[in-house]
T-cell receptor, first 113, second 112 residues
């Protein structure tokens, strides 16, 4: 069975500081991995995805994530946090194109001025 | 292009009442999903469909029913509302999981 663990339900960073949101996955086969962002009172928006091509994936709004098979990780980073990055972030995994995504519990990112 | 449209946006139900949450997509996606989101719990899959006439249970299907008579529509039915069904419900669609989902804006349901 596939699963996702997001370390830290709440992360707080200063504006301009590095953002690091952690995601570890469990999958018996090579996974497809995703990061979604949810702004208050909105639906989820796709940030980026890994589908077995390049291990370093670049997404929208300056975010990127690196797939590390040896560590079963897919951490999300951004070099410099902006106030507009404050939101909840979800990591998700699937092991095939017709298998629904399994989501982590989410990490709320706060950005302090 | 409207994407995924959910109605209503908000609803308060009394215990034992029933209702249908509507979901429509105009992208001709075969795959559609219903998730519920509870604080600190992430999103949990209720039901999904891989095409018209085909539905399957997810992780938390009890108390819900779905149908998929057309490619566009995937309504979620609550027959006897219970306080445990207080949640935010999201509908999503995709061509294929590999491409990711398009989400609706959600329905916030409170059962009192």
């Amino acid at each position: 069975a596939q699963s996702v663990t997001q370390l830290g339900s709440h992360v707080s960073v200063s504006e301009g500081a590095l953002v690091l949101l952690r995601c570890n996955y469990s999958s018996s086969v090579p996974p497809y991995l995703f990061w979604y962002v949810q702004y208050p009172n909105q639906g989820l928006q796709l940030l980026l995805k890994y589908t077995s091509a390049a291990t370093l994936v670049k997404g929208i709004n300056g975010f990127e994530a690196e797939f590390k098979k040896s560590e079963t990780s897919f951490h999300l980073t951004k070099p410099s946090a902006h106030m507009s990055d404050a939101a909840e972030y979800f990591c998700a995994v699937s092991h095939s194109g017709n298998t629904p995504l399994v989501f982590g519990k989410g990490t709320r990112l706060s950005v302090i001025a | 292009n409207a994407g995924v449209t959910q109605t209503p946006k908000f609803r308060i139900l009394k215990i034992g009442q029933s209702m249908t949450l509507q979901c429509t997509q105009d992208m001709n996606h075969n795959y559609m999903y219903w998730y519920r989101q509870d604080p600190g719990m992430g999103l949990k899959l209720i039901y999904y469909s891989v095409g018209a006439g085909i539905t399957d249970k997810g992780e938390v299907p009890n108390g819900y029913n779905v149908s998929r008579s057309t490619t566009e529509d995937f309504p979620l039915r609550l027959e006897l509302a219970a306080p445990s069904q207080t949640s935010v419900y999201f509908c999503a669609s995709s061509i294929d999981t590999v491409y990711g989902y398009t989400f609706g804006s959600g329905t916030r349901l409170t059962v009192v």
